[in-house]
């Protein structure tokens, strides 16, 4: 059973232009998380979906930022016309409950490291 | 201040018990998360506390948990280098019941 599949693992963007990253939750997990870990900081929540919804986007920045988890195929987090700032690494996670199920755990991807020059 | 705090850096020598600290504000977290993070990676759980719980080990973890003072710690017991890493402590906070996380705290194991 593979883990929490995140890809690229890098990326380099010049700035203006535009970033996507890839989730692949581990199977039979319907719910999806994104974070951001900006450097020498921890894990900042970003947005939960479920298949086809958003549940909580929160933590999301109100521009630029968008993200979707489509019926087929991984979930996308897209950053528009990217600037500096946004450097940072990008964990997607995964699990097989909501988060208020009893036991429920979030499993982690080795994160997507966006480097905007 | 942060919902979740821990503090930055532990030294420990190699065989020594290493104990990370962790605080949190929000008193209907049920589950309590730990995860490491190694360089480079993502984060690997470790171990997770039901709130009604005070203590739980596993193998060389041990966690406490206070949940009147709200706070929570992680013992690695017989620290070895390779258990250098960054520790984050996880706890729902919100009422979202997604995981906050803290700042982390780096273990740095000398010999």
């Known amino acids: 059973n593979a883990g929490v599949m995140q890809n690229p693992r890098h990326l380099v963007r010049r700035r203006g232009q535009e970033a996507r990253l890839r989730c692949s939750p581990m199977?039979?997990?319907?719910?999806v998380y994104w974070y951001r870990q900006l450097p020498e900081e921890g894990l900042k929540f970003m947005v939960y979906?479920?298949?086809?919804?958003?549940?909580?986007e929160s933590g999301m920045p109100k521009e630029r930022f968008s993200a979707e988890f489509p019926k087929e195929g991984p979930s996308i987090l897209r950053i528009q016309q990217v600037v500096r700032g946004d450097s940072a690494a990008y964990f997607c996670?995964?699990?097989?409950?909501?988060?208020?199920?009893?036991?429920?755990?979030?499993?982690f991807g080795e994160g997507s490291w966006l480097t905007v020059v | 201040g942060e919902d979740v705090e821990q503090s930055l850096f532990l030294s420990v020598r190699e065989g020594d018990s290493s104990v990370i600290n962790c605080t949190y504000t929000?008193?209907?977290?049920?589950?309590l998360y730990w995860y490491k993070q190694e360089p480079g990676a993502g984060l690997q759980l470790l171990t997770y506390?039901?709130?009604?719980?005070d203590m739980k080990q596993d193998q060389r973890l041990t966690v406490l948990l206070n949940k009147k003072d709200k706070h929570l710690s992680l013992r690695i017991a017989d620290t070895q280098t390779g258990d250098s890493a960054i520790y984050f402590c996880?706890?729902?906070?919100?009422?979202?019941?997604?995981?906050?996380f803290g700042r982390g705290t780096s273990l740095i194991v000398h010999p």
């Open positions: 199977k039979g997990h319907s719910h």
């Open positions: 929000d008193s209907s977290s049920t589950y």
């Open positions: 979906l479920q298949k086809e919804n958003i549940i909580d």
């Open positions: 506390i039901f709130s009604n719980m």
């Open positions: 996670a995964s699990s097989p409950e909501t988060p208020t199920a009893p036991g429920n755990t979030i499993y």
């Open positions: 996880a706890c729902p906070s919100g009422g979202s019941y997604i995981p906050t």
